[in-house]
């Protein structure tokens, strides 16, 4: 296998001539050294980035989906940027609040929103409820009713539509959890419901057909299935939801924010949608700005089988391969741009054949315990669907700017896997 493709690696990454990676100005080893294996390390330009893109392209109703990437320098920084913020629980409603977003900045999402969840949303006042169900229009009802401010509303609409995408990640086919039926007619009478209800105030439609979408034809599906009813609802806004994929490995490739935005724009045009456009991508903004860093531990090749080497993390710090099949690209910062004769399997260190990161990995022949290898594209998904499985301490997370590493979330400590534990300590009958 040739070296990896330098379009993988952060905007600000750099390769001296001796092949070691920078990334914005930080020598990746040196990070590796001070701050620990595994780590994640962000290009906080890129993001920065990415997120001005996405505010240039859609106007100011773009939202950050912070599923994608959460912590409060995350939350700061796109708000600084001129996003707004989807949350999607009250978990990430509070990390938003915390870090200091003005609620009327949030978009609050979930197909199954709690009583409490919803007093939050109100109480705080949030920009826009994305309502999903029913059941939840009445429980905004009863709140309301309560004395809490009526919220701004959109209505989720499942058009129908089955984006190209992991089955997993597909959220708009007819057979989903998420929103309210077009075909079936339940988005129609949900739009009523709404715009009658003195409980809320209609702002328009919102779909989501799906993550790590690659081809721009299928947002326009939905666009052209929703037309009809955004016009019958003289929406002021439609959100488009997000889902634009991002390439992950050699040979893949992915519309950028501006082209996505285009398409969309022009499909609703077409369409003779006059709304507002919003979106909401997450893995846009942040995926291909982080790569994983971890410590090789052991190389075991089984003869007539395979290499597999062993990486100081795993399926807690990145599940993706686990639950997806998803595949990713391994590198050493050390020799960035040398070719991968070696074909191995690196897996993590938990207790689980599945605990897999790169299935069919090609790394250079060279590889020894004790490198530093890399993973890129580790920005979405992976620090925020992490576990501390086996008790595998959740990892540090670094921003890297100018030359310089600032660390935003740290690493988890043993003590931090006892703090929430009630039972009595030995000896305390
Ligand atoms: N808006 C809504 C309503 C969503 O449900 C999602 C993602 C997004 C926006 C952001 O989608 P993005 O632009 O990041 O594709 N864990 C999976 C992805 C699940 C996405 C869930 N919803 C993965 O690792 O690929």
């Known amino acids: 296998m040739p070296a990896l493709p330098v379009t993988l690696l952060p905007d600000n990454a750099s390769i001296d001539r001796d092949g070691r990676l920078s990334i914005a100005g930080c020598d990746a080893l040196q990070l590796a050294g ?36 959460l912590c409060t320098a995350m939350a700061r ?17 509070h990390v938003a609040l915390t870090a200091g977003v003005p609620a009327d900045r949030l978009v ?7 009583q409490h969840e919803l007093e939050m949303a109100l109480e705080v006042g949030v920009g826009r409820i994305v309502v999903d169900s029913f059941d939840e229009m009445h429980r905004i009802e009863l709140l309301v009713a309560d004395g809490l401010p009526p919220p701004t509303v959109l209505v989720r609409v499942n058009p129908g539509i089955e984006a190209h995408t992991h089955e997993y990640l597909q ?15 339940a988005a129609g009478s949900a739009i009523d419901r709404a715009s009658q209800s003195p409980a809320m105030e209609l702002a328009g439609l919102h779909a989501h057909i799906g993550s790590q979408v690659f081809v721009v034809d299928s947002f326009i599906k939905a ?38 935005a285009e398409a969309v724009k022009t499909a609703c045009a077409d369409a003779g949608i006059e709304s507002r456009i919003l979106a909401e991508p997450g893995r846009a903004i942040v995926a291909s700005a982080a790569v994983t860093l971890y410590r090789v531990g052991t190389i075991k090749p089984i003869d007539g089988v395979r290499t597999y080497v062993s990486v100081d993390g795993g399926m807690s710090d990145n599940p993706r391969p686990v639950l997806y099949g998803s595949g990713y690209e391994a590198f050493l910062p050390r020799a960035t741009n040398a070719d991968r004769e070696l074909g191995v399997r690196i897996v993590g260190k938990h207790c689980e054949s599945g605990d897999v990161i790169v299935q069919d990995a090609a790394v250079p022949a060279d590889l020894e315990v004790g490198d530093v290898l890399a993973t890129p594209v580790t920005g979405a998904y992976g620090y925020s669907m992490g576990s501390n499985y086996n008790m595998v301490l959740r990892p540090p997370v670094v921003f890297a700017k100018d030359g310089e590493a600032t660390l935003v979330i740290r690493r988890e400590t043993f003590a931090d896997l ?3 534990d009630v039972s009595p300590p030995p000896g305390d009958d």
């Open 171 to 185: 959220t708009g086919a007819a057979d989903s959890k998420f929103g309210f039926s077009l075909a079936g007619g």
């Open 34 to 69: 001070d701050f620990g294996t595994p780590v994640f390390v962000y290009d906080e330009d890129h993001v920065r980035a990415r997120c001005r893109e996405a505010v240039t392209a859609f106007g100011d109703g773009v939202a950050y989906a912070t599923k994608a990437f």
């Open 77 to 93: 920084l796109a708000h600084e940027e001129g996003m707004q913020l989807d949350v999607a629980t009250g978990g990430e409603l």
């Open 108 to 114: 609050m999402h979930g197909n199954n929103k709690s």
């Open 418 to 420: 006892v703090d929430r």
């Open 223 to 260: 666009v052209k299935a929703l037309a009809p009813l955004v016009r019958r609802a003289a929406a002021r806004e439609f959100s488009i939801g997000g889902g634009l994929g991002v390439a992950y490995v050699a040979g893949e490739s992915a519309p950028s924010i501006a082209e996505w």
